[in-house]
């Protein structure tokens, strides 16, 4: 793989900025469903966004990774565009092949799972580093059980997403994306899709990713979750960021009325 | 329930001893009978009928003019199952390519060979060299390079081949996109966050699992194609059709000879039905824990007249 280029210094932007996002805009047709977003998650960090259904904040983690192509706004990973190569003033549009390449240190997790239902979860597991990294299959496969073990999920290697229940699915869905070791990992409302009581298995899995240090992006419904684990929790409403800050902070005094409205119906 | 059972003790009723009195079918066992008689009925008449001249379809059964176009049938069924499969997925990534100027020509394409008798399509092929006396490579400053006649090209097997490679993947086309389209768009997305090129994903993601959508509608068309084939035999390709007509016309046994045919066709058909179920069990390895071979499929279905099925 070519050595990324960051362009952390001619942004002026901090070197251990993971994700830096500033006046994102998305817009369908007429219907501009980002308005100018901005957020920087930190190297190492933490960053839940909340906010009520239709407020863009999926739309918004879908833009990082250039699942959505941004229609305005600056947009970088790591000091790098995923979409684009920059070459002087100009941004070069990358072909997808490319595109797929800086995606690969990118990880996210859906709401809906998205396992690949035709292998097992050992497979799953495998595909990614031995077809994308070319990593040698034995070596994958180690790493893909140590994975598993970290999830909870050892046992469970050789059957078929079917055959698991919706958070053992999730909890695979996230060993996956850990086996081609992202620098950050996005997650879309990860538990939404989930039986009340299979939420706590996925949200443990998460916790401990969050204590080892890996940078995370969650949209989120689970305020909980966002308080106890979140360095920065960001409010979203209407295609803006409303508030954001110390998770704490802000679920306990929040600034906005619009704020404090969402929250007492969520909590 | 009728009012003459003797009456129990109100109130005093055993759960243990409770039993199910299964609903009777009386009418299944009618239709039953109906079929089993004229059953009966046609396979008397066949056996007893002499003008089926039962002697003479087995001695014509190997013989090495039929089995020679059985060959042919054979070898024109699969190439064109080929031709087509590859010509229907081009048509087929085409039809779903965003860019107009792709997925309109892939469409106007089903659309015209789809859209006209294969026969029709057929005698076309045969008869190119009215239209295109010569097939000539001619680049500009060098000259003709190379020139061949039509008449010597496409002679009958190749236009065969040709004409009905080019109407089957009209219908493979349709076959395969809609394949395509039943994998979940979230498949792709899984795909392209994991860092796959959108031809590894289309390979080893969306392919695998498009296949089980695919492959029942092919095995169709497949067992249809062999017996469209037999069509040939009006542009003179020596298939199993062909042959027997060539018999018949000498020795006037018309039927045992269509009979023979028709056997022919029925043990290739049921060989490839064998390899469809062997395909599309392989296809789906994730949806039974425990995989029946065919005889128990078959049976089973076959023994559950009467019975309710019960669902796993």
Redesign the interface.
Known sequence: MTAPHTHHDRFGIASTTMVHAKGIRKSYGHLEVLKGVDLTVPSGSVACIIGPSGSGKSTFLRCI?H?EEINGGLMLVDGDFVGYRLDGNKLYELS??AI??R??????V?Q?F?????M?VLENLV??PV???REPVAQATAKAIELLQRVGLAEKRDA????LSGGQQQRVAIA??LA?NPKVLLFDEPTSALDPELVGEVLEVMKSLAREGITMVVVTHEIGFAREVADQLVFMDGGVVVESGNPREMIANPKSPRTREFLARVL | MTGNQPPGPVGKIDPEKLTIVPLRHPWRWVAVALVLVSVAAMVRSAISNPEFQWPIVAQHLFNPLILNGLWQTILITVVVMILATLGGTIAALMMLSPSKLLSVPAAVFVWFFRGTPALVQLIIWYNLSIVVKDFTLWLPGLGTLYSVSTNDVMTPVVSAIVALSLHESGYMAEIVRSGLRSV?K??Y????????????ALR??VL??AMRMIIPPTGNETINLLKTTSLVSIIAVGDLLYSAQSIYARTFETIPLLLVVSFWYLAVVSIMSVGQFYLERN?S???HRSNPGITKAILGNLTKIGRKEALA
């Open positions: 990774n699942l997808p092949n797929c390449q995606r690969a240190d990118i990880g996210m859906f809906q998205n396992l690949f239902p035709h097992t595909e990614a077809r994308v990294k078929y997403p079917r055959q996956r994306a081609m | 979940n979230g498949q997305e899984a795909s392209a966050c994991l860092g796959m090129k959108p031809s590894l080893r993601i695998p699992q296809f390895r994730d949806e």
